[in-house]
DNA sequence: GCCCGAGCGTGGAACGTTTCATGTAATTTA
DNA sequence: TAAATTACATGAAACGTTCCACGCTCGGGC
């Protein structure tokens, strides 16, 4: 009687039962060269017993868990769900299994999350996070999604600046003749203003007059409201295109306009980003710049897992492309 | 030199650098009781070397994990996203980390992912899954979400008998006459099937006419529109109450009916399943009866990590609601 | 027919913890 | 004051792997 019953069985259990050395167990399950006579016997004797390796014994051995983990600020939010799903979907096929932290968009707890799958010895991490100086620790491969830290930790983003400059082309093309740019929060640098940037690039390039509004999350819609209010003459609004830097604001925004009896798109075309759609069908919110999302999952799984991590890029942006989604008059 | 500087520290080095005992070390990051002079000389060690605990090794050694798995469809669809995320927060809450698989609604890749996790020793599982008979494996700690199984696996679930009765009684109470159920798949046994079986006995008991249309996946909305057709006469469709049994559906059959020129809820009133909103708004796609998410993932931690596994409830219905959103005449 | 090398299975050390039996010093009891 | 008891730090064994040095066997070359 080698061990209890109930107790899971060891490699050492099936070495007994198939009459092998331990070494040679361990050679089977690691795909390395064995007759095959002993081959046959190992595999019998492990199905016998219902053998499995035990990843934690062998974590501790090779320091190499197959895991990555991802640290993320919620799985609520259609975009952010997508992505983590492609992402994991990428890693399992690549035979990794990931870990998932939620921080809520919260700092503390992005690095707090960081630091607890540090910890776990995973093989890497992949993060989407808003703290601007995350200590995200030594020898560890790590990949940011839409955030461009100093270090040298490569982030995977689409291409933002190209985005803005697609969303102002496309409603100029469709005739409107004064556009506003809205976004939430304030930060001017990073990523994430990169949209305003190529927005307002190629309205200069065209020489059509915009604006830039920045909602502060604290303000509500206050500052809109104003806007809206101080650039109506006669009841007419004087932009007639607004690209919102997200499908959620415009979203709301449309609501807002529909609201007080302004049309979209007949008298304001709006075109959002990201590229959400409802449920899983193909349908979107609003015509959008649409993020590659399965893309962006795959190109930051194979730079985190990819060996050559001496001459990692820095950045790497993803093409976006435009579909009309039904606040553009281009929409069918 | 106790160890090359890129290795990590492990306890073997706090001990020597806070001189004590490998075992006075352990005990300090289990919380057992240790003299405080000792404690303070450990805890400084650990800082000044930045240790952390490996818990691969703890893991080989108690077995114990504090990880646990997640066996899941999709993090697309917003339901199911919302799910996780509040089950990944309640993890985190009890100090549990999650490793997250994906099915895609596969029972082949469901058998692969269970049998992935047992093989990774995580401490439970949470699944939901559409196999059903699944091999769970023993000895695991294992719950369900949403599927009965025959097994000893308990399952939480919204209540679907009163969810299905409740959207019966609330369209018979808005002034319908005559009520039509539909749902996507076949099968008439578990949980999915309940909503269909509540609605028929609302309907019984308070003597409104009904019919069941079940769309079988093969053949789109193809029976749904012979229904409609032949149950149309001069221009006007039978039918002035529809439950679907998911939100998704819910909308697609509005869109369609629209499209037909039938208006939601003027012409026929709506009511869907799940509760799903907008982005992470409070907006909903439709009237529905909302399952309560967060009790639900809850309940499945609490079931999962509690201690007394002995006398489990073999299934858990928790409390539904309803709610307006646009497709019923109660709408603001 | 002998020797050398290739090929391959063997057994043990090591990975970083936890835990338990052991030993020592401090405190209490008669 | 001596013995008994408590309190607590110690160090080694064990968890289930991987991996390497070792040694056995077999075959080919001269």
Request: with cysteine; hydrophobic share 40%.
């Amino acid at each position: 009687m080698t061990r209890k019953s109930t107790a899971a069985p060891t490699m050492k259990d099936v070495a007994a039962e198939a009459g092998v050395a331990l070494g040679t167990v361990s050679k089977v399950f690691n795909n390395i060269p064995v007759g095959e006579e002993y081959r046959a016997r190992v595999l019998d004797a492990a199905r016998k017993l219902g053998y499995q390796v035990n990843s934690y014994a062998r974590g501790l051995k090779t320091n190499k868990t197959s895991t990555a983990a991802l640290v993320w600020p919620t799985l609520w939010h259609p975009f952010f769900a997508s992505l983590a799903d492609a992402i994991v979907g990428c890693l399992m096929k690549r035979g990794y299994r990931t870990i998932v932290t939620i921080t809520n968009y919260d700092s503390t707890a992005e690095q707090q999350c960081i630091d607890l799958v540090r910890q776990n010895k995973v093989d890497g991490i992949i993060a989407l996070t808003y703290n601007p100086d995350l200590d995200v620790g030594p020898d560890l491969p790590f990949v940011s999604i839409d955030r461009h830290f100093k270090a040298g930790v490569p982030c995977v983003a689409s291409d933002n600046f190209s985005g803005g400059q697609l969303a102002a082309a496309k409603l100029i093309e469709l005739g409107c003749r004064r556009l506003l740019f809205l976004r939430r929060g304030s930060g001017v640098a990073g990523e994430a203003d990169k949209r305003r940037m190529g927005f307002e690039a190629a309205c200069r390039e065209k020489e059509v007059p915009f604006a830039s509004l920045f909602l502060l999350d604290e303000a509500g819609f206050a500052p809109f409201d104003a806007f809206l209010a101080s650039h109506t003459h006669g009841g007419v609004f004087d932009y007639d295109g607004i690209f919102c830097n997200t499908d959620r604001l415009c979203y709301e925004i449309q609501k807002r306009l529909e609201g007080l009896g302004i049309h979209v798109p007949a008298d304001v075309q709006m075109i959002g980003y990201d590229g959400i759609r409802k449920f899983d069908s193909d349908e979107l919110f609003c015509s959008t710049i649409i993020q590659p999302v399965d893309q962006m999952a795959q190109t930051a799984v194979d730079l985190l897992l990819d060996d050559d991590r001496s001459s990692l890029p820095a950045l790497i942006c993803l093409p976006v492309r435009y579909q009309p989604g039904g606040t553009t008059r281009d929409s069918v």
